[in-house]
């Protein structure tokens, strides 16, 4: 799940990186609003969430808010202020968060911004006897007698597979899968997207996943149920 993170004090904006990192979002953070504005009407990129700073370099988030709802795009925005925050909401945000915060708070707002109605996330995505659950951030396998089995998977291939989970018999092409999954700041080899896919199918066929993620030649990727 693909985030902007729009912050201009450096060392807040590494520590928010770094925890959602951990988290397993993929974050794209700037610390201008004129660059995130770019970043928000790219064609190439889908947010899930946006987490604005009030006051920012350029075009601050209050504006960025405003253009984005005078667009129609209802994209889950995150106001972190230390200033009236009922002028953030309605400045079209969906909530606030007043500085300092602790990351726990942060983690669970977006947590519940993600849930809501016109974000199509259940809590659990399954194909076969693969279950992802967001709650836990966990992978699992569910045997015949009913018992869970996790899978340890890096954050990079829970983000492939959460990918592929959300669009179950689509092909994925290999650009819509590094939009997805790695940010602007990413050095990345050009087998980086192959390279991942077997990693993954390897762990996956380890613990008897009855789902496979297949190879469309010319064309990107398929999860097949």
């Known amino acids: 799940m693909r985030i902007l993170l729009v912050e201009d004090e450096e060392d807040l904006g590494k520590a928010l990186q770094r925890g959602l990192k951990q988290e397993k979002y993929v974050v794209d953070w700037v610390q201008d609003g004129a ?23 350029s075009l601050s988030g209050l504006e960025i808010c405003k253009r984005l709802r005078s667009q129609g795009n209802s994209l889950p925005v995150l106001i972190l202020t230390a200033k009236d925050r009922l002028m953030g909401l309605d400045s079209g945000a969906d909530d606030y968060l007043v500085k300092p915060f602790g990351m726990v708070e942060l983690m669970a707002r977006l947590r519940a911004l993600l849930r809501r109605p016109t974000q199509v996330q259940p809590q659990i995505l399954q194909m076969g006897n693969l279950m992802l659950d967001y709650g836990k951030s966990t992978i699992a396998i569910a045997n015949q007698q009913k018992i869970s089995e996790n899978i340890m998977l890096t954050s990079k291939e829970f983000q492939l597979l959460e990918y592929f989970m959300q669009h179950p ?37 380890e613990h008897s996943c009855d789902i496979a993620i297949e190879t469309i030649y010319g064309l990107g990727y398929r999860l097949n149920s």
């Open 35 to 57: 660059e995130a504005w770019h970043y928000l009407t790219s064609p190439d990129v889908e947010y899930a969430l946006a987490i604005l700073d009030w006051m920012l370099p």
């Open 169 to 205: 018999n689509q092909i994925l092409t290999r650009e819509q899968i590094m939009n997805r999954l790695w940010n602007f700041q990413s050095d990345t080899a050009s087998n980086v997207v192959a390279a991942q896919i077997r990693l993954l199918r390897k762990k996956l066929a």
